[in-house]
């Protein structure tokens, strides 16, 4: 290697060398001719005639040297960067398309990279499993808390398992009352992530236990807000919840990644929790475990343990967990599973740009290829044999995608910032998105692959050009040809364009079918937040906590701008779930939970039915005197009532609910809501939903209200912030201490939902409008060179008397018939590939007409337009300016 | 009369075992080798000038033979080739496949005849 170096350093030394070596043989021979009788220029005549080509023998030896390969390919970098500089518009248009294409790619490779191939931030990723209750209604519902306690104990294949749950605190004690997101977990949690405390220690074993003593993780986010990262903070303790906790530790910002966005910054053992049912066996709470595999074990042993070990607990609590199974699946599927079909398709789709911008800069170069034949032409004469010609071109090409690479990187770096700003919620692991050496790798692969892909084809073409026609000019046979070649590269972009198309088409339809479905209520101008009351109220009786909620009840619904307010409790739509089970008055209660009937639970105020605009189909909704001294009352929906009185009137119908002591009656039907999302409520098995009235909670509900209740408001006017903040005044006014977070207006709520699928449609159609803005600038570069080479011809049929209509029609049929042809193949892919995002589309067939016609139309006209501007140009050719042209 | 050219693999193994053999009698440039070769074998065969040059790159970059300018004896600076030891090695293994080869062909031919 270092002999290659130096070589290469001390090639123009032997450069020199070569050059006297060979015309010292000359000399020598010229002298030796002369001494034998020949005169001076004879002699020189002769000689060079013996030695044959110069240059030829020249490039030979440098041939012949191994360094030859690296040296050759720095002159041919310098030529390739020379006439580079001499073509700057060339240059600038063919790097520019290179760098969209590249560009694209590169952004998109980073984010598939960070989201789907990087491994999850924890050691062994590959055997973490996340672990949920199946049930009737819940393929991955949630586990209850004596359960886990079982399952910990009982399975034979983690190596430990641990369960968490999002919650909130309020803090009081340190400046205003403030609403603190926080985990519930168990003690097993951080050390099975790898997650090691940055300062203190985590939970001891035991630590997470019901009736042990209250401690506390801070997140370094919390520690450093109001603390100021302050290494005294162990052992100080934190107000929450009108108890006091212990700080026994500082945890890492975020190590949560299975429980979704939101950065917490607290960590509580689940055993502090004040939840009655969390001891329950039946209760469904939102608890969710994680376990890690024992090494060498596979997920499907670990589901065959897990489904003994809930065979076993349904034998020994039958009441409880009759039905019950345990559902895993691998982590990195929960965390990234649901956007993986989309990255993957965006990623194929940003193939096919770079593709079409591969064919446009082939065609740049061959129309190009055509004036530099005499150049080659030149140096095939003189020696250069074909491969080195190839090679030279080849260089040209690549250094073209070298530099449209490095712009590309820079493009990728903004588009992806960017793009990651204004999407934030869409994608999972979005924090560890960004530029990393396998991006660079990849980026540097694809320029080097691109510079080969559309230099090869040109590049062979012109060594053959060159070798053949020499230094002839104006061969009408190869100009032909080539144009064979270039109507094929456009029919080919037109296809991948429209296969682009078809794709953004289809996406953006199903986003309109999901708009435009009615999710069953109102969704617009409807705010929710929820409402913590202050820590003296935790603690308090339930009529006094009811009195509480009255008032701040009414002197909501006197807050300017709001129309009507309720309270919510249980379920909320598209937002939480929460389940309640009855069974028919008069019958006796079933032994188990899953012998009961299940209906969504809405635990609501008489203001839900005008705040959500929920439409009343039948008697009446829950209004002021549904109290807790009044007899309890329900509302239902459609689906309940068709499915538990089909054909009778449920009005007046009494029902007993698992946690009421006396039956309620139900007073209305209303409309069913999409609780489950616009799009699949239909597939969730769940449907009957039930409606009562908040007042009337059973008292130990009630006495969990004060540390997180939800409220819905519907305001008047276009912006929820003004009302929002008068609302906050509002319920500061009343306590200080009281705190409002967590508000989301309904329309964010929705859009969130689909916020996936709306971000691919808009970098899908984006990248369709990238590829057909490329694939017109491509038949525009076609149809120019064609005219410009047929000039002669159409200024003769024009000297000839041709109307300029017909020779309008002529130029553009041309284009027309490859574009067309195009298209055509286009059509067919597409029918071939949109099947593969089937999962992507919602009602919409991979196939739909409409959209198929729709985009063959849209490609079309661009096509025609793309060919009209040169079409019209030739129309304005001057037949005695084209006669004279040759 | 058959003519030298790079394209045969077989004829430039025998070109590069010429030019050891010559360069092996002492400092020779470019120029005398080939003056040699025509003299040695002008019936025979000849080199073509645009093979000799590359022929002399490539042993060299081999490291079979090594180059120093020095004066020649009309006083202008050449390019003198020496065989180093390595191509004394390669020579004289050259000669005996050359030898080995050349015997088996003439036994072929003294059997066929």
Not at chain 1, 89 to 94: D, E, I, P, T
Not at chain 1, 619 to 624: A, M, P, S, Y
Not at chain 1, 706 to 722: F, N
Request: proline share 5%; net charge positive.
């Amino acid at each position: 290697m270092k002999y290659w170096l130096r070589r290469i350093i001390r090639k123009q030394g032997t450069e020199h060398e070569l050059d006297s070596e060979l015309r010292f043989h000359l000399e020598q021979r010229a002298a030796d001719l002369v001494e034998s009788g020949a005169t001076r220029e004879e002699a020189n005549r002769r000689a060079r005639l013996e030695f044959g080509g110069v240059e030829g023998i020249k490039e030979e030896c440098r041939e012949s040297r191994r360094v030859h390969l690296v040296e050759t390919l720095l002159q041919d970098v310098r030529y390739g960067l020379r006439m580079l500089r001499r073509n700057p518009g060339f240059a600038l248009v063919a790097i520019l398309t290179l760098a969209l294409g590249i560009g694209a790619n590169t952004a998109i490779f980073s984010v598939v990279n960070g989201v789907l191939l990087n491994p999850l931030p924890y050691p062994h990723p590959e055997q973490l499993i996340t672990l949920h209750e199946s049930k009737p209604n819940f393929q991955y519902g949630s586990v209850s808390y004596p359960n886990f306690r079982d399952w910990q104990k009982n399975n034979r294949v983690f190596s430990s398992i641990a369960i968490s749950r999002p919650t909130g605190f309020s803090l009081t004690g340190m400046g205003d009352a403030e609403q603190l997101t926080a985990l519930f977990i168990t003690t097993d949690l951080f050390p099975m992530l790898g997650i090691k405390p940055l300062l203190g220690r985590g939970l001891a074993a035991g630590e997470d236990e019901v009736g042990a003593g209250p401690v506390v993780l801070i997140s370094a986010g919390f520690w450093q807000r109001k603390f100021g990262s302050s290494p005294e903070v162990l052992g100080k303790s934190l107000t929450l919840d009108a108890r006091s906790y212990t700080i026994i530790g500082v945890v890492p910002n975020r190590p949560d990644l299975a429980e979704g966005p939101q950065p917490n910054d607290l960590y509580v053992p689940i055993g502090q929790w004040t939840n009655p049912l969390l001891t329950s066996r039946g209760a469904g709470l939102g608890i969710h475990g994680i376990g890690r595999l024992k090494d060498g074990l596979t997920f499907e042993l670990a589901r065959s343990d897990m489904d003994r070990i809930a065979a076993n607990l349904a034998a020994a609590y039958p009441k409880e967990d009759k039905g019950i199974g345990a559902s895993l699946i691998p982590l990195r599927r929960q965390v990234v599973g649901r956007v993986q079909p989309f990255l993957i398709v965006l990623l194929a789709c940003v193939g096919f740009v770079l593709m079409i911008a591969c064919v446009n800069v082939a065609n740049l170069l061959l129309a190009r290829s055509i004036s530099r034949k005499r150049e080659f032409g030149v140096r095939t004469a003189l020696g250069a044999p074909a491969g080195r010609i190839v090679r030279q071109l080849l260089t040209e090409s690549i250094l073209l995608a070298g530099c449209g690479g490095l712009l590309a990187l820079f493009l990728a770096q903004w588009t992806t910032k960017f793009m990651l700003k204004t999407l934030p919620d869409a994608l999972p692991r979005a924090e560890e998105i960004g530029m990393d050496a396998k991006v660079m790798l990849f980026t540097l692969a694809i320029s080097v692959l691109c510079g080969v892909l559309f230099g090869l084809f040109p590049a062979l073409r012109l060594s053959r050009l060159a070798m053949f026609s020499g230094m002839k000019e104006g061969d009408a046979r190869s100009g032909s040809s080539s144009l064979r070649t270039q109507n094929t590269f456009v029919a080919v972009e037109t296809a991948l364009a429209l296969v682009l198309l078809v794709g953004a088409g289809l996406m953006v339809r199903s986003l309109a079918k999901l708009w435009s479905i009615d999710p069953g209520f109102n969704p617009h101008n409807v705010l929710t937040f929820n409402i913590s009351l202050a820590p003296g109220m935790i603690k308090a009786d339930p009529e006094a906590i009811r009195s509480k909620f009255r008032e701040i009840e009414s002197s909501l619904k006197s807050a300017p701008g709001v129309e009507a307010i309720s309270f919510t409790w249980g379920a909320v739509p598209l937002q939480y779930d929460d389940e309640v089970l009855f069974w028919m008055d008069g019958q006796p209660r079933p032994s188990s939970a899953q012998d009961m009937n299940w209906s969504l639970s809405y635990v609501v105020s008489p203001g839900y039915l005008q705040g959500m605009g929920l439409p009343l189909l039948r008697g009446r909704f829950l209004n002021d005197s549904d109290n807790e001294h009044s007899p309890p009352v329900v509302v239902i929906d459609q689906a309940l009532a068709q499915r538990f009185f089909p054909d009778q009137d449920p009005v007046g119908k009494l029902v007993r609910i698992d946690d009421y002591e006396q039956p309620a009656e139900i007073v209305g039907v209303v409309k069913h809501v999409k609780q489950w999302g616009l799009e699949g409520d239909e597939r969730q098995s769940l449907q009957a939903q039930m409606y009562r009235s908040f007042l009337q909670l059973p008292d130990k509900a009630m006495v969990l209200a004060p540390s997180g209740t939800g409220v819905i408001a519907r305001y008047a006017g276009k912006s929820s912030t003004g009302v929002f903040d008068s609302i906050r005044s509002i319920v500061r006014r009343i306590n200080r201490d009281q705190v409002i977070f967590g508000a989301v207006t309904m329309d964010e709520a929705i859009s969130s939902t689909l916020a996936t699928r709306r971000y691919s449609m808009i970098l899908l159609t984006a990248f369709a409008a990238l590829a057909l803005l490329l694939a017109a600038v491509g038949i525009y570069g076609v149809m120019s060179y064609v005219v410009g080479q047929r000039t002669q011809e159409i200024g003769i049929r024009m000297a000839l008397g041709a109307r300029r209509g017909h020779v309008l029609a002529m130029v553009i049929s041309r284009g027309a018939k490859m574009t067309l042809l195009g298209a055509a193949a286009g059509l067919l892919a597409s029918l071939a590939l949109s099947r593969l995002m089937a999962q992507l589309l919602y009602g919409v067939s991979p196939t739909d007409p409409l959209t198929f016609v729709a985009v063959a139309a849209l490609l079309a006209l661009i096509a025609l337009l793309a060919c009209y501007l040169p079409a019209r140009r030739a129309t304005k050719v001057d037949p005695m300016l084209a006669l004279r042209c040759e | 009369m058959t003519t030298i050219d790079q394209k045969s693999e077989f004829l430039k193994g025998t070109l590069d075992m010429l030019i050891l053999k010559i360069v092996v009698l002492g400092p020779i440039h470019g120029y005398a080798i080939s003056q040699r070769i025509q003299q040695i074998s002008r019936d025979v065969f000849q080199v073509q000038q645009g093979s000799l040059y590359p022929a002399l790159h490539r042993l060299e970059d081999r490291g079979w033979l090594q180059a120093e300018w020095r004066p020649t004896e009309t006083g202008r600076e050449a390019k003198f080739y020496t065989v180093t030891r390595k191509g004394r090695r390669q020579l004289e293994a050259e000669m005996r496949n050359w030898e080995q080869i050349s015997g088996a062909v003439a036994l072929i031919l003294d059997t066929a005849k």
